[in-house]
Every structure is written in C-alpha cells, then in structure tokens.
C-alpha cells in the first residue's frame, strides 16, 4: 500500500492550505485515515484522523482551523488548513490504518510527507 501526499507549500499567517493523501495498491478496506506532523526535534503528533464511519478528531491546537475529510471512492483523505499559524510548520504525514487483500490483517501505511512552511 502506497499513500501519496500533496498540498504543502508556503503561506503566509492567516493563509490557507489544502493537504491531500491518496492510497493505492492491495487495498481491501481502509479503516482511518489521518496527519500526523512533525517538527525536527519534537515527536510526531496526530492533526486530525477520520474514520470508514465518518467520525474525526482533532488535535486541540488545530480545532475549529483545521478539517479532515474522506473520499471512500477514491481512497483519499483530505485536510483544509485555514488561519494558518507560524507554530503549524511542519512535515505533514498522511497515515492510514489499512486491511490489505494480502492477508486480510491491517497495518500502519504512512505518507512521503509534505512541507508546510507558515510565515509570520
């Protein structure tokens, strides 16, 4: 299983972005899908996941900013960034918690990672 992730860049504070993370391969069910980022230095920490059902959760920090969001058919999970915030840069991971037709048994893909740089 492969997740490719795009929508990083540049913005500046108060600016927008829009992640995007598409999975690809022996995909028998996926049942989250989710961003995680990562600072050099600190631990990777989720931003928001979505499960098959719909439900979400949000890291404090980005509630009420941030919106995750799934589209089953095509395997892809997006997330909206609004107000932007110098303390959101990062390297965003997209992760999915993925049955493959292998074996039927789910296990943790994870993204390439993308850069969002917030400037002040």
């Known amino acids: 299983v492969q997740l490719q992730a795009s929508g990083g860049g540049l913005v500046q504070a108060g600016g927008s972005l829009r992640l995007s993370c598409a999975a690809s391969g022996s995909i028998f069910r996926i049942n989250t899908m989710g961003w995680y980022r990562q600072v050099p230095g600190k631990e990777r920490e989720l931003v928001a996941v979505?499960?098959?059902?719909?439900?979400?959760n949000y890291a404090d920090s980005v509630k009420g900013r941030f919106t995750i969001s799934g589209d089953d058919a095509k395997n892809t999970v997006y997330l909206q960034m609004i107000s932007l915030k110098p303390e959101d840069t990062a390297i965003y991971y997209c992760n999915a918690g993925v049955v493959t037709t292998v074996n039927l048994y789910e296990y943790d893909a994870w993204g390439q990672g993308t850069l969002v740089t917030v400037s002040s």
């Open positions: 979505i499960t098959s059902g719909g439900s979400t």
